[in-house]
T-cell receptor, first 116, second 115 residues
Framework: GAGVSQTPSNKVTEKGKYVELRCDPI?????LYWYRQSLGQGPEFLIY????????DSGLPNDRFFAVRPEGSVSTLKIQRTERGDSAVYLC??????????????FGAGSRLTVL | AQTVTQSQPEMSVQEAETVTLSCTYD???????LFWYKQPPSRQMILVIR??????QNATENRFSVNFQKAAKSFSLKISDSQLGDAAMYFC????????????FGQGTILTVHP
């Protein structure tokens, strides 16, 4: 697509529920990133995919968070047993392969998750 | 670990005037990139300008320019001829040369533009 697409735009869930957030990157962008942005803060890195594999998942806060990218395109961020502290905007970004894109990320508009 | 600090939570400027947003960072790496991103209420982060650490020349993109002081680890953004559409949250970000795409962001500066 022309840009990075994220769905849903907004998600409200109850504490303890499971949620999935989807990211559709720019066509041809093999690198994909997830960031989390809490209210009034800058985004924080969660995970980076190069192709289908997670090249760096050091930012995932705990084992309730998991992300997949089975075909090297669309990615899904999965959060189990949601907690109120998970409420944030989850941003996805994509970029060209390393060495070709001057390290430039294109971001989506994010998915705002609210856990009641 | 790398850190990025934006010491100005809020800034304001009159339309057509110039404003400078401050950013400092801390790193032990010699190869890295610095960025300024703009985030309007739509939430989408938009790249404003980027600087490669090995380049001594300050980056410029139309009305936007940076003052990159490598020794002082300072990276400020100057917006000239400010426009109403420049109003947004601005984030300074760092990426190490070996951490492709893994950005460390500052806390952000809210810029208000007065007509």
């Amino acid at each position: 697509g022309a840009g990075v697409s994220q769905t849903p735009s907004n998600k409200v869930t109850e504490k303890g529920k499971y949620v999935e957030l989807r990211c559709d990157p720019i066509s041809g962008h093999t690198a994909l990133y997830w960031y989390r942005q809490s209210l009034g803060q800058g985004p924080e890195f969660l995970i980076y995919f190069q192709g289908t594999g997670a090249a760096d998942d050091s930012g995932l806060p705990n084992d309730r968070f998991f992300a997949v990218r089975p075909e090297g395109s669309v990615s899904t961020l999965k959060i189990q047993r949601t907690e109120r502290g998970d409420s944030a905007v989850y941003l996805c970004a994509s970029s060209l392969p390393r060495g070709t894109g001057a390290n430039v990320l294109t971001f989506g508009a994010g998915s705002r998750l609210t856990v009641l | 670990a790398q850190t990025v600090t934006q010491s100005q939570p809020e800034m304001s400027v009159q339309e057509a005037e110039t404003v400078t947003l401050s950013c400092t960072y801390d790193t032990s790496e010699s190869d890295y990139y610095l960025f300024w991103y703009k985030q309007p209420p739509s939430r989408q982060m938009i790249l404003v300008i980027r600087q490669e650490a090995y380049k001594q020349q300050n980056a410029t993109e139309n009305r936007f320019s940076v003052n990159f002081q490598k020794a002082a680890k300072s990276f400020s953004l100057k917006i000239s001829d400010s426009q109403l559409g420049d109003a947004a949250m601005y984030f300074c970000a760092y990426s190490g040369g070996t951490s492709y795409g893994k950005l460390t962001f500052g806390q952000g500066t809210i810029l208000t533009v007065h007509p």
